[in-house]
């Protein structure tokens, strides 16, 4: 008889014996039992990471870590989870707790939608203080943006904007997160929150972007129905960049921008769940967003 083993929001379907090397994982929904596709698995102390794959499939090879090693998964829709070696050697598949808003279907009645930016194309950019260092690709790629909305419409985001610096590749896949908080109403800057108290404004689908090039980069959201109800007075973009499966992984650098009273800030989404903007008041990433109100 399968034993399984539930550890925070995780179920385990446990095997026989003990894995050992690099093995294949797969990540299902607990929702659905679907697969989970374009997932982060990050090792805690190393920040070495990989992803899932269209099936939900990823590989480790675990005598590369040690035995106290712990790895957060984090993926559109579902709670991030936290699983160790030990219980990774006794299982292979792992299903995730669902953790979206549930909003109500939202039917577009006005032919004259009017459009509105977040963001300037035209501020001066800044390398901060790594200028000419490359970025590591081999530990956590990832940019989070927060974004203030004014007003109480529904916002229907269509298309967003962002600028890439030759310290990174010019041709990266990533994930686009949105998330939100029935309880955080205003992050306040330096303030640290935990990813429990935001959630992914859509499950599903867990697309996959490609920048193109370095300069500005445009990628199409009209497709997704990606719709922020006007309660929410501001939204986190997370940007994942997704490991192919080739030799070496890809990382992505997107630069500052200041001197601007855009309604944007610089934000941080850590492998230990916790998630803010910091606290200067005047840089933000170069992001342009551009979204629809009937």
């Known amino acids: 008889m399968k034993k399984v083993l539930a550890v925070i929001f995780v179920v385990f379907t446990a095997l026989p014996q003990p894995l050992l090397g690099q093995e294949t994982w797969i990540l299902k929904s607990a929702e659905d039992n679907g697969p989970i596709p374009y997932a982060k698995i990050t090792e805690f ?6 992803s899932s794959d269209l099936w939900g499939k990823f590989k480790l090879d675990l005598s590369t870590f ?7 998964i984090s993926v559109m829709g579902h709670a991030d989870t936290t699983v160790s070696v030990g219980m990774l050697r006794k299982n292979t598949v792992l299903l995730l707790r669902p953790s979206y808003v549930e909003l109500a279907e939202y039917l ?10 977040i963001g300037d194309f035209d501020l001066p950019l800044s390398l ?13 790629n990832r940019y989070a943006v927060y974004v203030d909305f004014p007003g109480k419409k529904n916002r229907i985001l269509s298309r967003l904007h962002f ?3 030759d310290r990174g590749d010019p041709d990266v896949k990533f994930t686009l997160r949105v998330l939100v908080s029935n309880e955080i109403k205003k992050p306040k800057e330096g303030r640290i ?3 429990r108290q935001f959630k992914d404004i859509k499950s599903w689908p867990h697309s996959l972007y490609e920048s193109e090039g370095y300069g500005w980069t445009a990628i ?12 929410y007075k501001g939204a986190f973009l997370i940007f994942d960049v997704v490991d192919e499966g080739r030799e070496s992984q890809k990382s992505m650098v997107i630069p500052f921008q200041d001197k601007s009273r855009e309604n944007l800030h610089a934000g941080f989404y850590q492998t230990s769940g ?7 008041n005047s840089d933000h990433f170069a992001v342009v967003l551009e979204y629809l109100t009937e």
């Open 108 to 117: 577009v009645k006005s032919k004259r939608l009017e459009k509105h930016n």
């Open 163 to 165: 600028y890439l610096t």
């Open 45 to 50: 102390e190393s920040q070495l990471w990989t």
């Open 66 to 72: 040690p035995d106290h090693a712990r790895f957060n």
């Open 274 to 280: 916790i998630l803010g903007i910091y606290d200067w």
């Open 220 to 231: 199409d959201l009209s497709q997704n129905e990606i719709i922020i109800p006007g309660k």
């Open 128 to 140: 901060s203080k790594k200028e000419g260092q490359k970025a590591d690709p081999r530990t956590t």
């Open 193 to 195: 929150y935990s990813i």
